[in-house]
């Protein structure tokens, strides 16, 4: 099977205080406990960016993360430029730098940690053009991301703006549990041709 998850953010304890709603102290344990619950031999988790604030493993997190039994695969976020690949290629087998594409059953999709457009905040508008130019240039079918952090009935991205269709795997909006690949593909299936931005509700 093949998982997505992104903005696990470990050791970050200032998003508590930025996503007090969804973030509670010791997120990390739950995240960790739905991955080892779930991950088997032979399985892919691709990580969409913001893996860990810290590499200081005062808790254990990131050993239990070398522990999973799948293949991991991290695409870069903007908080882990702060470490770089060499550092992080420490607890993952592949390490892209800003994005990667995964082909199957007929869809193309673009994995990258930013939004084709954040209507949160002006950051990052360099990152988010490359996005849009990927995504047409390569010829894809959908959008798999993450940076756009849980927001209470406010906007999240605007990737359908762009004619883009999406998910946001960010943990904090599907239960800090990873998606799947299945769910993904279905998601797509049913908004063929209709753009839009695919988020469940929290």
Known sequence: ??????DTHFYHQNIIRLNPEVRKYRFEER???SLEELLKEGDIIYHIGDFTWELNDSRGILERWKRLKAHKVLVLGNHDLLYGKELLGEFFDEVHEFSTILEVEGVRLLLSHYPALDLRTERFPDRQERVV???ISRGCDGLVHGHVHYN???PMCGCSL???RCVNVNV???DFKPVSLSQILREMRR???NPSPLYPAP
Do not use: P
């Open 162 to 164: 762009k004619g883009i």
């Open 152 to 154: 209470s009935g406010g």
């Open 191 to 193: 908004h063929q041709g």
């Open 172 to 174: 904090e909006l599907h």
């Open 31 to 33: 995240i960790m406990e």
């Open 133 to 135: 130019r990927e995504f």
């Open 1 to 6: 099977m093949i998982y997505f998850i992104s």
